[in-house]
């Protein structure tokens, strides 16, 4: 082995830069080779076979370069700051998640699973939004924001300590991973918290990897795990890290052995084990029904079309949606589904050429291919065939090999370096606006699944319209929505449950009935639809038909607020007070400001006799709100009670 100084090295560990050389340019490297002179040899006992030093290069540039990329990336987010809560998950992890709502549930948060997955450390940060402001969404999205300029200088410090203080490469990668609309997802969305914060973890444990690579301190490697531990348990994509270490390892020429190995066989048996909470949680959650819905062939082209439309949606971010509906199960799948697969292995054959010049290209497409193979449906997961938000971390490598690219003519062909740099500057300033229009939709869920019905029409997105309708009072409208859900996915038993709603809001009890009746024939645990039947049966007076209906929803669901609600009204027109106060309770325990279920457990305390008991609850109540019944019924209870 010679050194940069034409010494034989005392170690293998040492390697010419000659193989890092790009297109036989001596300059430019990704990692440099520390200085040995002959004044200083080389120790016997270092061991690595490459090195990646501290750079050194543009510093001068550094802030700037920086400070541009978090303006631009703050300016494209900027409405995102504005935005409510959505309507599709927001509920299920913020609205009506109670574990939030109190520290004295951080146990719970690492044994629970939420909507299908286990990420414990996203629960506690919500929890911490919770704390300083309740349900204002202002916290919750200030706080993904912060995580996302947080992420974008992490991508430039890993890129330019990658690539060796080559600044430009930093810069290019770091904006437009911080402006690209197809981000949007991942940062305005609360729901995507796991998305930022897992990603925060993600790239501080790639920094301190190739800080291990570059020293062999071995708390490096040891805080490399407690990063990726972290990330695992903020998000369980984190699965793939160790691996996309060892696409590091293949970038910076690291001899492939049996140390390589050992290095990350820890973190790869912690990714196993996740991969079986995962698996386990997204069962549980019925996030793998659609698996036989589509067969082996099936899946085989959605896992090549993902491939290749994420990379086309990054070079052209339109018609973005929150969702993008797998192709209907009895229809032939277009013909872009045939293409993908030749497309795929002509990308895979143009990086693998590209080897004889260069590594980037292969890790980058390395880097990209493996942090989006899990979420590639060729086992189907979820509703969607593609999803913007696992574009987050993956985007990454492909932007990288753009960073290397304009970097490269730069240095060797500066006229058509400059030019390419100022097409780059002009897609820079549209993603920026692309990126703050996008923003914009997500500020109200009605313009959002309005785009969302004209670029990708589904039955979830009129379900989601729909339902955000029905929120804002326009019935009719919500109801028109439900039908064209239908109309699109006659199986779609979420859509007809809430359509009976709309049915029973308006006394069409026989419509009602049939639709809660044929929801619950495609999918026997829908608990909407038991609790709904049940409030039917109650009124039809049928209790015992209703009361088995409230039995089979709170074993399906136990935590869902309208069983006990309704089963509280059953109850006490059954005149079975105690059941109903207990139930009443549970209610509270989601809604503890309810004064008209306070209201409720005084009636049934003064039905019981037991007044003053009453007396206190329609004290709460009155506390709560100031009604002249619950003043009446107070007055009524302390009666009985001196009279008693």
Request: net charge positive; proline share 5%; hydrophobic share 50%.
């Amino acid at each position: 082995m010679i050194t940069e100084n034409g010494n034989e090295a005392h170690s293998s560990l040492f390697i010419s830069p000659e193989f890092f050389y790009f297109c036989q340019d001596p300059n430019f490297f990704p990692v440099r080779i520390k200085d040995q002179t002959p004044k200083t040899p080389p120790l016997k006992k270092q061991h690595r076979s490459a090195t990646i030093v501290k750079p050194d290069g543009d510093k001068a540039m550094l802030p700037w370069m920086l400070g541009i990329c978090l303006v631009f990336t703050l300016i494209a987010f900027l409405p995102g700051l504005k935005a409510g809560f959505a309507n599709l998950d927001d509920p299920g992890y913020v609205l009506d998640n109670m574990m939030i709502r109190d520290f004295a549930n951080i146990k719970a948060m690492f044994f629970t699973h939420v909507l299908g997955n286990y990420h414990p450390l996203t629960m506690i940060s919500l929890a911490f939004n919770y704390a300083i402001s309740g349900l204002n969404p202002f916290s919750y999205h200030f706080v993904n924001l912060l995580l996302h300029l947080l992420n974008v200088a992490l991508v430039f410090f890993f890129v330019y300590r990658l690539c060796n203080g080559k600044a430009w490469i930093a810069f290019i990668t770091a904006l437009l991973f911080g402006i690209h609309p197809m981000h949007v997802e991942s940062v305005v969305w609360i729901t995507e918290r796991k998305d930022v914060l897992y990603t925060a973890f993600f790239l501080a444990g790639m920094i301190s990897y190739t800080a291990y690579v570059r020293d062999s301190k071995l708390y490096q490697l040891l805080l490399t795990v407690l990063w990726f531990v972290l990330s695992l348990m903020s998000k369980p994509a984190a699965i793939i890290f160790p691996f996309v270490l060892f696409a590091l390892d293949f970038y910076l020429r690291r001899k492939f052995s049996i140390k390589l190995i050992m290095e990350k066989l820890p973190m790869i048996i912690i990714s196993a084990a996740f991969v079986w909470l995962t698996l386990g949680a997204q069962a549980e959650a019925g996030a793998m029904g659609l698996k036989e819905a589509y067969p082996l062939d099936r899946r085989f082209f959605f896992g090549n079309y993902g491939f290749v439309m994420y990379i086309l949606k990054l070079f052209v971010p339109v018609n973005l949606s929150p969702f993008y509906p797998f192709p209907a199960v009895n229809m032939p799948l277009p013909a872009f589904y045939f293409v993908s697969p030749v497309l795929v292995l002509l990308i895979l054959a143009a990086a693998v050429y590209s080897l004889r010049k260069t590594r980037v290209v292969v890790f980058g497409i390395l880097f990209y291919g493996l942090n989006i193979i899990l979420v590639l449906q060729f086992f189907v997961v979820g509703g969607a065939v593609i999803s913007d938000r696992y574009t987050y971390v993956s985007y990454i490598g492909l932007f990288f090999i753009i960073g290397y690219g304009i970097q490269y003519m730069l240095d060797h062909k500066k006229g058509t370096g400059q030019l390419m740099l100022a097409v780059f500057a002009i897609m820079s300033v549209l993603y920026t606006g692309m990126t703050f229009a996008r923003a914009t939709q997500w500020q109200d869920n009605i313009v959002l699944w309005e785009a969302a019905v004209v670029h990708n029409p589904s039955s979830r997105a009129y379900e989601m319209l729909g339902l955000e309708y029905r929120r804002k009072g326009n019935i009719d409208k919500a109801l028109e929505s439900y039908n064209k859900a239908i109309a699109i996915n006659k199986v779609d038993a979420i859509s007809i449950v809430h359509r009976g709603v709309i049915y029973y809001n308006r006394e069409q009890w026989d419509l009602a009935m049939a639709d809660f009746n044929n929801s619950l024939s495609i999918n026997p645990d829908n608990h909407e639809a038991l609790v709904n039947r049940a409030a039917i049966y109650s009124r039809n007076g049928t209790y015992d038909k209703a009361l088995v209906d409230f039995a089979r929803a709170e074993k399906v669901k136990p935590d869902y607020d309208q069983l006990y609600f309704n089963r509280s009204l059953t109850y006490l027109i059954m005149e079975k007070f105690r059941e109903s106060i207990i139930d009443c309770e549970k209610y509270l325990a989601y809604h503890p400001e309810d004064a008209d279920v306070i209201n409720s457990i005084g009636v049934c305390y003064s039905r019981l006799g037991e007044y003053q008991n009453a007396v206190s609850a329609y004290d709460r109540a009155i506390k709560i709100k100031n009604d002249p019944t619950f003043v009446a019924n107070r007055a009524e209870a302390a009666r009985n009670l001196m009279a008693k």
